[in-house]
């Protein structure tokens, strides 16, 4: 790579005001040079006025459904590389100045940030220890990391596959068959609000019998009925 690549900064968002008004002044802050889309998937509450105030942030309307949401924003974006940024989930300074590092590098198709919870309690530690420590030894990671790829790679592969849960995993699964991974020390800060609301043990448990689940071949619309208790958007 002889320049540096432009990055495109792509958030899914379904009423999401109140993430919205604290990650979008943080984003003026920590990345300036990045464009910046916000996809909505039809929010009932301020989120589309909220993403408006910020006059650096183009807003994209899309069917409901992370999928088709990030997709969507991938198919506005101008940037060389793509970085999926969950609404509730905040970078570190020096972010894009890693990705575009770790992307000089030709072998590396993409990668993901380690990730550390917004809680100070001892127990949400741990459980950041063990998701990164997962998502080096397996190479798969989930969306609450930020995937960034070569927007290149992402068009060859087709973007996210169209399943209505897992659909992070199963893009990170078929990432790696591209080439080398970049998994940044670097740590974005997600929220620990499921954690906190259904319970640390409770997560954890229905996290990992949704992905064996997952690698068994159960559909993932079934899977969406068991974590959201209904049925996903229609296609």
């Known amino acids: 790579m002889t320049r540096t690549e432009t990055v495109s900064i792509i958030i899914p968002v379904l009423n999401e005001a109140p993430n919205l008004r604290r990650?979008?002044?943080d984003?003026?802050?920590t990345c300036p040079d990045a464009e910046v889309i916000a996809v909505d998937g039809g929010s009932t509450d301020e989120t589309v006025p909220v993403a408006a105030r910020f006059r650096f942030v183009r807003l994209v309307a899309s069917a409901r459904g992370r999928a088709r949401q990030m997709n969507a924003g991938a198919r506005e974006a101008g940037g060389e590389i793509l970085l999926f940024l969950h609404a509730d989930t905040f970078l570190p300074d020096g972010?894009?100045?890693a990705v575009q590092a770790a992307l000089a590098d030709p072998r590396v198709v993409g990668g993901w940030f380690d990730v550390r919870l917004d809680r100070p309690r001892a127990v949400f530690r741990v459980i950041a220890f063990f998701i990164n420590l997962r998502s080096r030894l397996s190479r798969i990671a989930t969306g609450d990391q930020a995937l960034f790829v070569r927007r290149t790679i992402f068009a060859e592969m087709g973007g996210f596959p169209g399943i209505p849960l897992m659909e992070d995993v199963e893009?990170?699964?078929?990432?790696k068959r591209r080439g080398a991974i970049a998994c940044l020390r670097l740590r974005v800060t997600a929220s620990a609000r499921k954690w906190?609301?259904?319970g640390v043990l409770r997560t954890i448990l229905l996290m990992w019998t949704l992905r064996l689940l997952y690698f068994c071949g159960v559909d993932p619309a079934r899977l969406h009925r068991?974590?959201?208790g209904c049925p996903p958007p229609p296609d």
């Open 23 to 25: 990650l979008l002044p």
């Open 27 to 29: 984003l003026a802050r």
């Open 95 to 97: 972010a894009l100045g």
């Open 171 to 175: 893009f990170s699964r078929r990432l």
């Open 196 to 198: 906190e609301r259904e």
């Open 226 to 228: 068991y974590y959201y």
